[in-house]
């Protein structure tokens, strides 16, 4: 497994260059602590703690995985060591309110952080993780006194969460729910049920697990209408804060999966457990989605710590092996053969790995803000301010989760192809990260789920492609500003046609779904990807256009590192974003060709 | 895992009705047994043995893997037994010669056996596959007393061979082999070094094992120019052709893999095992690659295995899980939802499978006459026949194994996210295929060296674009038939246009690379994919032509089928080629946009 080294001067590029945190943090009331000098500081903390304490044991965790005997989930040697380090350091609670123990920073450190901390070990971030989904919806959702019972102990990490949607015969369509709770006729119901696929349902790291619970009240209408939500602790919670009785959450197995296998996949059981609803009756699905948007650019971030962690590999691996001559000639005459680096074909795989990366990061911490907004209007109980800028985030959301797990798949794999067969054996880990990302494109909402609530929900019903326009004006002001200038120019007219055609695509499938439905299914993929394309093509020229200006100015240390921006995005323009031409083609093509094969003629003969 | 099925009702339209197998095979001297009721039978009775014996051992034999235990390794539950039968079925020899006791068809069975038996169980077909190479070796280079001794067994099946290449430092770049043969003095060399990777380099399966290995011998020239070709029996060959003394062939290890776990990878030591040269000294790798386009078609069959298996379990999957409505209203209002394959997204994965699977199939059949011929002219000595046919096999070689794997392994890939969640663990197998199915990218010549080969060598040095030439040639004659078709029209103007831009495309290339060398490794991968796309694109309209002819004369009991080939080909042509467009703008940008950055530049910071 490709050591992990945190990268802090892109990071640190992003938010001091690029997007001005600064100034953001200033201007947002739980910003004020979060001075440069803090945020650096809370950086270089966590990029220690994910080198030093993560990284290490990502492959010996997945070697080992989980073991599961008797109900007890065992994580991996060192993982218990790991958690432990976490809490103490405060990180599970870095973004969450001080008056439950957190650190009370923004939103986006918190992203920040999942970052560093997945890159290092994703399976390792899915038990923080989880929590903090728990979390989110306890805060936003629960009673006061619910709040003051969990919020301490899940803050602080002593305890930890997850969320339990899927059951056997149903993951996307929540609708087909059947786990019952029943009114207990004392504020408390008693749920009955079983959950699969639930991470970080049972584990030795936590003194108790949290569980946040989709279920159905008695008489509760079918489908998505008649589901509410439950907090349900596997321990009661005791009077002093202390761990009760157990309460009839059994873990009766954990999956075999492909990767992340230090994450532990529960089957849990819900055997007549003490349950308390949060949120009101009936409208759990609601409840459970309003941190979706966050959730989601949780699980995009995935995209992008694979991306980062392969491209480390697979970058030492190219400067170490030596393999054949270039083909241009031979670059280092003395050696038996060149390095891997030399040849064009492996920096391609290379630099698409770092486009990915760098390119993805710009566009999380573009949105990064947007988050944090949102959830100050959480935090100040101004439902207009949430409402506002969860809607921002939401045209954002579905591109970043879709497209970003996407692109990480294929960076890890990329990975795996530098290696040759190296990267086919498990010793150098590279066919982990391949496999880790794997599942980056199916939770928390399929790639295909993700397209069809960008056209369907987001672009077409909920603004009729202003969505589209709003972002595409940026891009063309952009694109503006930038076309005086040499240096940016051949990137400005790309930007500004791409921009054009983006509008003009969202505007044809709009006429054509108006005569024939299914083109919104038909053309969402497509849609989702050329959107995605285009959008790091924005975030690219930025980055390119930052860099071309502190270059100007002369006299930075960092000359290397603004050229290598300026290259890079250079590639991403030249060898990635032409594939938005075969997606724009494809999405407008009428629904018939994929629909008009009757299912009988899907068979094997 | 999915229970395989052979698609022989697909298999006999490109026989029958696509490629005229009848009347190739009356026309070539091998072929006379191969008549149609013969062929027919085999295939009958290979889809059984594969349907019935191996696929229900594919997921067992991964879960199990390969033991390694003091130098011996133990194959999975199930394997054995499954060998033997192999064997007792006369498997082995089908496309070999009966005086070595083999059936003596025709090379292109062989290659139609190989896509069965790999759908169904791939990790198995390493065996006998690797055996093949070395009996193919041995066939063509040996001498008479040396393919007297080792064509029975291996062509029975009874002992198993080896392609031993690849060591610790070189995988690609052979000519960094140090493994070091010396002359006995009687007719004999000793033989020592390690070889890494070796497929099927141990195994409780046969009798004995039969290596063929690279080594250098005393003086030989460095590099390429100093490397000759050995065979190195595990167990020295008693005179009655039984197996004698053990030949110091050391199984020091085997490796830990992302899939393929039941085929054993091994490191053999050579510890002075005794060894013959084949072929002229210092001549081992030309002789080594003289049946590589044979051995890479070989591989490119394995991209379509995993896109058909894939494909057959998702679309059972499809059909039998319901999630949420269709876009354009309820198909099966009875139901609490619709069945996954009414949603155009899903179809469109379930399409591209298909696609693949079938488009692929296709390209192996167009080429496995040449390979007939090609081998047919190693029978019968002669030369120029084989070279002419090797020439011809040479420029599709790259292209089908280049591109067929990498679209294989997109294609289970797509099977996993049919599957949501549930593909991503083991018990479907889904999960199993996208990891075999990595491999292939890889191994037998990575895609970046296929690439390479096609436009470097087989393209600008060897044919200066007559290759492509060649090949648009034919598709341009199919366009101008089939334009005044209505049902073909667009079809055809579609693949014009292409075929002219593919040759317009290798002469910029070429000029290009003129003033800049590097441009050949730089737009190479985006040739190769091109290239891809537009000679499936070929081959999807020319089964779409058949079909719509037979439709057209009505009356045919495969009416559904037919439809089904046109309505995959439409897909075809509106989804997946149009991805070219993105390959066709960036393979002619200019060589720096790779190149550019310097190698100081890529660091993590």
């Known amino acids: 497994m490709p050591a992990y080294k945190a990268p802090l001067r892109d990071m640190r590029f992003l938010l001091n260059e690029v997007f001005d945190y600064p100034a953001h943090y200033a201007s947002i009331p739980n910003g004020k602590d979060a001075d440069p000098e803090t945020v650096s500081a809370i950086l270089d903390e966590c990029a220690k703690y994910c080198e030093e304490v993560l990284s290490p044991i990502n492959l010996s965790g997945d070697v080992e995985g989980c073991k599961f005997e008797n109900g007890k989930v065992t994580t991996p040697a060192g993982f218990k060591d790991a958690y432990d380090q976490f809490v103490a350091g405060g990180w599970q609670g870095l973004s969450h309110p001080t008056e439950y123990g957190g650190q009370g920073m923004p939103m986006s450190m918190g992203l920040f952080k999942t970052e560093m901390v997945g890159t290092a070990n994703w399976s390792f971030a899915m038990y923080p993780g989880l929590s903090l989904g728990a979390m989110n919806t306890i805060m936003q959702h629960a009673s006061e006194a619910l ?60 003194e108790n697990i949290v569980h946040i619970v989709l279920a159905r009240l008695p008489g509760a209408p079918a489908g998505t209408r008649g589901i509410s939500l439950f907090i349900i602790p596997k321990h009661l919670p005791a009077a002093d804060g202390s761990v009760g009785p157990f309460n009839n959450v059994v873990c009766s197995s954990i999956e075999h999966k492909m990767g992340i ?39 995009a971030i995935q995209g992008i710590c694979h991306a980062e962690l392969s491209y480390q590999g697979a970058l030492r691996y190219a400067k170490d092996r030596r ?40 566009m999380i911490y573009h949105c990064a803000q947007f988050a944090d907004h949102m959830v100050n209007g959480i935090l100040e109980n101004d439902p207009a301010k949430y409402k506002k800028w969860d809607d921002k985030l939401g045209f954002y959301t579905p591109i970043l989760k879709g497209f970003l797990t996407e692109l990480g798949l294929e960076a890890a794999n990329q990975g795996v192809q530098v290696f040759g067969g190296h990267g086919y054996i498990k010793e150098h880990g590279m066919e982990q990260i391949a496999r880790d990302a794997r599942i980056a494109t199916i939770y928390e909402g399929t790639t295909g789920i993700q397209a069809l609530d960008l056209l369907g929900r987001k672009v077409l019903i909920m603004t009729r492609g202003g969505a589209v326009r709003e972002f595409t004006t940026l891009v063309g002001k952009f694109a503006v500003d930038n076309m005086r200038n040499p240096k940016m120019r051949s990137f400005a007219t790309t930007l500004a046609k791409y921009a054009a055609e983006w509008n003009l695509l969202t505007m044809r499938i709009m006429l054509m779904a108006r005569k024939d439905r299914d083109v919104v299914s038909a053309a969402c993929n497509h849609f989702l990807m050329y959107s995605g394309y285009v959008m790091m093509a924005y975030f690219w020229a930025l980055q390119a256009s930052v860099a071309s200006e502190k270059l100007a100015k002369g006299g930075s240390e960092s000359e290397e590192f603004y050229k290598a921006k300026i290259a890079t995005a250079r590639f991403y323009f030249d060898h990635l974003l032409p594939r938005a031409k075969g997606h724009a083609t494809s999405m407008v093509k009428p629904s018939k060709s994929i629909m008009k094969m009757p299912i009988e003629s899907f068979v094997f003969e």
């Open 261 to 299: 296998k230090a994450s532990a996949t529960c089957v849990i059981n819900f055997e007549g457990a003490k349950a308390w609803l949060i949120a009101e009756p009936n409208k759990g699905l609601e409840a459970m989605f309003t941190f979706m948007n966050t959730a989601r650019i949780g699980t």
């Open 147 to 206: 709040k003051n019972t969990y919020m301490p102990p899940l803050t602080e990490g002593r305890w930890s969460g997850t969320m339990c949607l899927t059951e056997p015969h149903c993951g996307t369509d929540l609708g087909q729910v059947k786990t019952k709770a029943e009114d207990n006729g004392d504020g408390t119901y008693s749920v009955t049920g079983t959950k699969i696929f639930i991470s970080a349902g049972e584990h030795d790291l936590a």
């Open 323 to 362: 393999s054949m001559r270039a083909v241009s000639g031979k670059k280092e005459p003395d050696k038996v053969a060149d390095a891997l680096i030399h040849h064009a074909d492996v920096r391609r795989m290379l630099l698409t790995q770092r486009a990915i990366a760098e390119g993805g990061r710009a």
